[in-house]
């Protein structure tokens, strides 16, 4: 596995010659921030040597390099999730590369499901901590080159960042919640009862991603920040039939709102 991080990196490395310090994940129908971006390279995903396919409709499957702000950054166009690989090990492989690219700071946004009562559609939450039902990363030997046994977990999102993101959101008059997110395998959407037991064990907010590239990346001491766009509601009598094309219009929506915030976010760190 070190092997083929270090390879997948040094490839990238040859190709581009960067070294960004951040890197950028985007989640389902969020793709299109790269507008916001000064592409310089561009990369399929099948073009890079071990890097996973992303098979979900909202997920371009392309890594780019460029700059944003004057920050050389490197953002996944499309994610990986569980439920597509079965195996944890590739879903956290591009972070793990990013590592070696030379990233510090690893931003991270998704498209969620709300439990909290407060939540409504279209409304943005700052990651705050997360709970994990996803199969863990770390399960295995542990590399010892990208981090310690057993890591520490206390601050899972920086909290410099969320106080910069709330600084930004106020300056600007953007509306945003934080809370917590329940990391699941999907990729059914959730029943009646799964929602209130996400309520119930202190989730604001639930889907199918970002837990476990939070984890790899805190393994290697990567400060993290999350935000999730609401593009449904888990509450009772106002659960409806969602699909995955309305989880990308809400999605959508939200993009110019959610790239003014992650520009201004990108200047600060």
């Given at each position: 596995?070190?092997?083929q991080?270090?390879?997948?990196?040094?490839?990238?490395?040859?190709?581009?010659?960067f070294?960004?310090?951040?890197?950028?994940?985007?989640?389902?129908?969020?793709?299109?921030?790269?507008d916001?971006?000064?592409?310089?390279?561009?990369?399929?995903?099948?073009?890079?040597?071990?890097?996973?396919?992303?098979?979900?409709?909202?997920?371009?499957?392309?890594?780019?390099?460029?700059?944003?702000?004057?920050?050389?950054?490197v953002?996944?166009?499309g994610?990986?999730?569980?439920?597509?690989?079965?195996?944890?090990?590739?879903?956290?492989?591009?972070?793990?590369?990013?590592?070696?690219?030379?990233?510090?700071?690893l931003?991270?946004?998704?498209a969620?499901?709300?439990?909290?009562?407060?939540?409504?559609?279209?409304?943005?939450?700052?990651?705050?901590?997360?709970?994990?039902?996803?199969?863990?990363?770390?399960?295995?030997?542990?590399?010892?080159?990208?981090?310690?046994?057993?890591p520490?977990?206390?601050?899972?999102?920086?909290?410099?960042?969320?106080?910069f993101?709330?600084?930004?959101?106020?300056?600007?008059?953007?509306?945003?919640?934080?809370?917590?997110?329940?990391?699941?395998?999907?990729?059914?959407?959730?029943?009646?009862?799964?929602?209130?037991?996400?309520?119930i064990?202190?989730?604001?907010?639930?889907?199918?991603?970002?837990?476990?590239?939070?984890?790899?990346?805190?393994?290697?001491?990567?400060?993290?920040?999350?935000?999730?766009?609401?593009?449904d509601?888990g509450?009772?009598g106002?659960?409806?039939?969602?699909?995955?094309?309305?989880v990308?219009?809400?999605?959508?929506?939200a993009?110019?709102?959610?790239?003014?915030?992650?520009?201004?976010?990108?200047?600060?760190?």
């Amino acid at each position: 596995m070190l092997e083929q991080i270090k390879n997948t990196a040094d490839f990238l490395k040859n190709k581009t010659n960067f070294n960004p310090k951040i890197g950028i994940i985007l989640g389902s129908g969020l793709g299109s921030f790269v507008d916001q971006v000064d592409i310089k390279f561009s990369f399929s995903y099948a073009e890079i040597p071990n890097f996973p396919i992303s098979t979900v409709e909202g997920h371009s499957g392309k890594l780019i390099f460029g700059t944003v702000k004057g920050k050389e950054v490197v953002v996944m166009q499309g994610r990986f999730h569980y439920y597509e690989e079965s195996d944890i090990q590739k879903v956290v492989l591009p972070v793990r590369v990013m590592k070696y690219l030379g990233v510090k700071n690893l931003i991270i946004s998704n498209a969620s499901g709300g439990v909290n009562p407060s939540y409504e559609i279209g409304d943005l939450m700052l990651i705050n901590d997360h709970i994990n039902l996803i199969p863990n990363p770390l399960v295995g030997p542990n590399l010892k080159e990208l981090g310690t046994r057993f890591p520490d977990m206390s601050e899972p999102y920086c909290k410099e960042m969320i106080t910069f993101a709330e600084e930004i959101a106020s300056e600007n008059n953007i509306k945003i919640q934080k809370g917590n997110y329940v990391g699941v395998t999907g990729p059914t959407l959730e029943t009646p009862a799964e929602y209130n037991y996400f309520r119930i064990i202190g989730g604001d907010t639930v889907g199918m991603s970002t837990v476990p590239e939070v984890i790899a990346a805190r393994h290697m001491k990567i400060k993290c920040f999350g935000i999730s766009v609401i593009t449904d509601l888990g509450v009772p009598g106002k659960i409806k039939i969602v699909t995955h094309e309305d989880v990308q219009n809400v999605a959508n929506k939200a993009r110019p709102i959610l790239a003014k915030l992650i520009k201004e976010l990108i200047s600060k760190i």
